[in-house]
Antibody
């Protein structure tokens, strides 16, 4: 079992930058791609992007201009930054492990981020 | 980008029923298709990967089939704990889009 622990503020002001971190077990960071997914309240899932421990990154084109995903192997974590947020970015943000064939097996607990002043 | 379309969007069924959910990709994705179950307030749970492979620990009443661009998730005999929302997702190439979800409700 691989446990993912998300951390970060639950409230972000409009036009500011949303920042979240997902900590993973040290012995697993090189085994998976690491993804961010979000889910607006009452709506479906949206894949934001992922990264590999080598630094390879993929982004959803719909968010690419505002998103940065980084991996820090020395700290066993990967991070999400979403700039210029609006109320439409209010969602539960999840981190998850990802493999091309096996899908997203392990998930974080989810963090509700509300964009409001 | 590859789009995923699920049908139906919602479904009412009774305990013991057999139900099928369909997922279509906008282009061929071989068998790079994953199914998740999500219960209210919880993170999604992986059920099926590579279109037809049952994730460890998932009951055998769940099955998946398909290849190319059309896929199905079947629950052979609904149990009370199966009432949830189900999502498909392709893993063919980034961006890895999800279907819009199918909400399975008790009749």
């Amino acid at each position: 079992q691989v446990q993912l622990l998300e951390s970060g503020p639950g409230l972000v002001e409009p036009s500011e930058t949303l920042s979240l971190t997902c900590t993973v077990p040290a012995d697993s960071i090189s085994l998976y791609y690491w993804s961010w997914i979000r889910q607006p309240p009452g709506k479906g899932l949206e894949w934001i992007g992922n990264t590999f421990y080598t630094g390879n990154i993929n982004y959803n084109p719909s968010l690419k201009s505002r998103v940065t995903i980084l991996v820090d192997t020395s700290r066993n974590h990967f991070s999400l930054r979403l700039s210029s947020v609006t109320a439409a970015d209010t969602a539960i943000y999840y981190c998850a492990s990802q493999r091309r064939t096996e899908g997203m097996e392990y998930w974080g607990q989810g963090t509700l981020v509300t964009v409001s002043s | 980008d590859i789009q995923m379309t699920q049908s139906p969007s919602s479904l009412s069924a009774s305990v013991g029923d057999r139900v099928t959910i369909t997922c279509r990709a906008s282009q061929t994705i071989s068998t790079y298709l994953v199914w998740y179950q999500q219960k209210s307030g919880r993170a999604p749970k992986l059920l099926i990967y590579a279109a037809s492979n049952l994730q460890s620990g998932v009951p055998s009443r769940f099955s998946g089939s398909g290849s190319g661009s059309e896929f199905t998730l079947t629950i052979s005999s609904l149990q009370p704990e199966d009432f949830a929302t189900y999502y498909c997702q392709h893993s063919y190439s980034a961006p890895y889009a999800f279907g819009q979800g199918t909400k399975l409700e008790i009749k």
